[in-house]
């Protein structure tokens, strides 16, 4: 079983979930897919694998440790530095965070294990689903999400459909639009046929704005966003920026915040402030001294500059 230092990150802003506490259940990188618009990074264990890659009883026992502390979120996301349904431990840990809060549990899931009905159990534990449908045609799916070998298009729609029927909370699917490999007229209608087939709650349409995996992965404009989502339907979103108001005291925070966040997923300085509740001076400081240190590097993408930490290359 891998160790994992930490478990538990954030709060964190999410554009879709407000102040949202992660918890890690995989190791970096362990994945299904390797998106090539990834936050993270590439795959470097993608696998079909369902074990305890991360054990529940620490996660759980530091997650008591960070709810003594007082902190505040708006709900608890199991995710990871890849896809957290391949934890075997999920249905076991939801069952747990629920006798430490109330806060409400979200999933965000590739979906690609939604076809085993196991998988499907234990997320219907959680209030709300977030999984994603990029690509519903072999193309565009094995361009975009460069999948598993053992894994097609058509397990996913089949997997959200059957845990549609079975989940009595809400699903909110988020479709990643890239120009030039999912957005041809033939593949948007098989997209709505196939969000008809699954009926979520929401489908929120999001594309590149933090630095992706692959470069050179065309961001789509506002209008033709709003032009996809007219074609999709009236439950299409189009994913906001985040502008929830900070929560945190400044004089708390130290240079260990800033690399949990930013170790997560790339972080402007707008995303920084925003999440641990700074002012643009103070984070600026504390990132300074960071990229000082090497521990923390930054790339820039339409104009804006992102902070993450340096990723090892696998043995």
């Not at 945190?248 to 402007?268: D, F, M, Q, W």
Request: glycine share 6%; proline share 6%; hydrophobic share 35%.
């Amino acid at each position: 079983m891998a160790e994992t230092t930490n478990t538990i990150f954030g709060p964190v802003p999410s554009r879709r979930l407000g102040f949202s506490l992660g918890i890690d259940l995989v190791p970096y990188k362990v994945c299904s897919l390797d998106c090539v618009y990834c936050q993270i990074d590439h795959t470097t264990n993608k696998t079909l694998e369902r074990r305890e890659y991360v054990c529940i009883d620490t996660i759980l026992n530091q997650l008591k440790t960070r709810l003594a502390e007082g902190v505040h979120a708006d709900v608890i996301s199991l995710t990871g530095s890849g896809e957290p349904t391949l934890n075997s431990g999920l249905g076991q840990l939801i069952d747990g965070i629920r006798m430490l809060t109330s806060i409400p549990i979200t999933i965000i899931t590739n979906s690609t294990l939604l076809n085993d009905p196991a998988v499907r159990a234990q997320c219907c534990k959680a209030d709300i689903v977030l999984p994603s449908l990029d690509a519903v045609l072999p193309d565009p799916y094995t361009k975009v999400n460069r999948p598993h070998e053992k894994l097609e298009a058509e397990f996913l729609v089949e997997g959200l459909a059957n845990f549609r029927h079975e989940f009595s909370g809400e699903i909110w699917l988020e479709v990643f639009l890239i120009e030039g490999l999912n957005t041809d007229t033939n593949h948007l209608l098989a997209l709505k046929q196939a969000i008809d087939r699954i009926t979520p709650d929401r489908v929120q349409l999001n594309t590149a704005v933090r630095p992706t995996a692959d470069s050179g992965i065309t961001r789509l404009s506002p209008e033709r966003m709003l032009f996809i989502a007219g074609q999709l339907g009236p439950q299409c979103e189009i994913i906001a920026d985040f502008s929830k108001a900070p929560s945190t005291a400044e004089e708390t925070i130290g240079k260990e915040h800033i690399l949990n966040l930013v170790n997560r997923h790339p972080c402007s300085m707008s995303d920084i402030c925003a999440c641990l509740g700074l002012s643009r001076c103070k984070a600026q400081s504390l990132v300074t001294a960071l990229t000082d240190l090497c521990q923390v590097v930054f790339t820039q993408r339409d104009g804006t500059i992102y902070y993450s930490t340096p990723k090892s290359s696998p043995s």
